[in-house]
T-cell receptor, first 120, second 116 residues
């Protein structure tokens, strides 16, 4: 089956513009994560969904960042009024969940190729 | 301060040579440690994952070691190939809570270049 896919792969936005980044997780994966990766740095956690519920959004840098996963599959990360410091690669990852509802930390996270956002 | 530090930042080696990448972490409580390979323009791909009770884990030419007492890990690459050129990222998981997913703390990575 296909892995995690993201679109667009590249996005150039003018400062102040709104953008929407899409993530299609692996089919059947319950957990979905968004990460921000600045140039030359490791990814940093933004937010986490379990099905349609956003259980952790502690990593979102400001209220201009908003993520949703309304039907528990595809997710969209929206950035309003983009700023230059938002320029980064945005990675999406998905993982399975053990039966019974307990997510083992050992669960593999499968990453998409990322969306490279450049804000001019 | 990043809780996962990696060294060196970059490394150039000749094809066929071995190399070792280092990772030191301060994340607590510690759950597991992973090494990822990230090719340019791609998402990270898992190489190994170890719990705190494991000392070593191999995946082909990649061997990871873990010393939970000193909070150090290494990734050894044997007989390097041109395709090994990538960033290698050490990732530590901490604080697993029931009903939530693990939160990963990423190092900044070591950029490896294998040349002829």
């Amino acid at each position: 089956g296909a892995g995690v896919s993201q679109s667009p792969r590249y996005k150039v936005a003018k400062r102040g513009q709104d953008v929407a980044l899409r993530c299609d997780p692996i089919s059947g994966h319950v957990s979905l994560f968004w990460y921000q990766q600045a140039l030359g740095q490791g990814p940093e956690f933004l937010t986490y969904f379990q099905n349609e519920a956003q259980l952790d959004k502690s990593g979102l840098p400001s209220d201009r960042f908003f993520a949703e996963r309304p039907e528990g599959s595809v997710s969209t990360l929206k950035i309003q009024r983009t700023q230059q410091e938002d320029s980064a690669v945005y990675l999406c990852a998905s993982s399975t969940r053990l039966a019974g509802g307990y997510v083992q930390s050992y669960n593999e996270q499968f990453f998409g190729p990322g969306t490279r956002l450049t804000v001019l | 301060k990043n809780q996962v530090e990696q060294s060196p930042q970059s490394l150039i080696i000749l094809e066929g040579k071995n190399c070792t990448l280092q990772c030191n972490y301060t994340v607590s409580p510690f759950s597991n440690l992973r090494w990822y390979k990230q090719d340019t323009g791609r998402g990270p791909v898992s190489l190994t994952i170890m719990t705190f009770s494991e000392n070593t884990k191999s995946n082909g030419r990649y061997t990871a070691t873990l010393d939970a007492d000193t909070k150090q890990s290494s990734l050894h690459i044997t007989a390097s190939q041109l395709s090994d050129s990538a960033s290698y990222i050490c990732v530590v998981t901490f604080g697993v809570q029931r009903g939530t997913a693990s939160k990963l703390t990423f190092g900044t990575g070591t950029r490896l270049q294998v040349t002829l």
